[in-house]
């Protein structure tokens, strides 16, 4: 992920004294990331029956396209869609059935609109924690005051959704510098963070 050249900018150069954090977008994307899986299935693939629930969502022609895509053969495919509930896939068939899915929640969910009208919340958005960058190993005289800081967050969810979907992250750190603008004058301090929280 670059990040788009003026989000870097603004730090200079991050990290010369040791702050230790991440770019907000990245922060973001994360943080999309822990929302979709928190919608899925709970039981691990691990478990016959996280394995079963992932094959039976993916029990059609886009979730045969997901394993697909994740170096399944059209035949095992085959082979584990007649008995989902029998079968004993490898430690490595089970990753890429897992990824399969979380691949095919994500996409389900930002198709069905879900995602952007769960974020959005009739328009009263949401409630957006940021984590300012870890400063322990920073010397004393290179400490900024850096809080963590809490704001409602309306208007930015559509696009940030879209983006999410095309998977541009340009447009995603675009859109988190117009999130640290309704902070004060020093907005720029968390151009990096070391996490973002969506109360969603």
């Known amino acids: 992920?670059?990040?788009?050249?003026?989000?870097?900018?603004?730090?200079?150069?991050?990290?010369?004294?040791?702050?230790?954090?991440?770019?907000?977008?990245?922060?973001?994307?994360?943080?999309?990331?822990?929302?979709?899986?928190?919608?899925?299935?709970?039981?691990?693939?691990?478990?016959?029956?996280?394995?079963?629930?992932?094959?039976?969502?993916?029990?059609?022609?886009?979730?045969?396209?997901?394993?697909?895509?994740?170096?399944?053969?059209?035949?095992?495919?085959?082979?584990?869609?007649?008995?989902?509930?029998?079968?004993?896939?490898?430690?490595?068939?089970?990753?890429?059935?897992?990824?399969?899915?979380?691949?095919?929640?994500?996409?389900?969910?930002?198709?069905s609109g879900w995602l952007k009208r769960h974020l959005d919340n009739d328009g009263r958005g949401r409630r957006v924690e940021i984590y300012p960058v870890d400063q322990s190993h920073v010397p004393d005289k290179r400490h900024r005051d850096l809080s963590q800081r809490s704001l409602t967050v309306r208007y930015i969810w559509n696009d940030l959704v879209d983006a999410y979907a095309a998977q541009d992250a340009d447009a995603i750190d675009e859109i988190w510098d117009d999130v640290i603008t309704d902070l004060d004058s020093d907005y720029n301090a968390y151009a990096h963070v070391s996490a973002v929280g969506i109360g969603a």
């Open 1 to 111: 992920m670059t990040g788009s050249p003026d989000l870097w900018a603004r730090w200079g150069e991050f990290g010369k004294y040791e702050a230790r954090g991440i770019p907000g977008g990245q922060a973001l994307i994360l943080e999309l990331n822990r929302i979709v899986h928190g919608s899925g299935i709970s039981s691990p693939v691990t478990t016959r029956r996280g394995l079963s629930a992932r094959l039976r969502y993916l029990d059609s022609p886009a979730g045969r396209e997901a394993l697909a895509a994740q170096g399944v053969s059209r035949h095992t495919i085959r082979t584990w869609m007649k008995d989902k509930g029998n079968i004993s896939p490898t430690q490595k068939s089970r990753r890429r059935i897992d990824a399969a899915y979380w691949q095919r929640r994500r996409e389900n969910l930002i198709r």
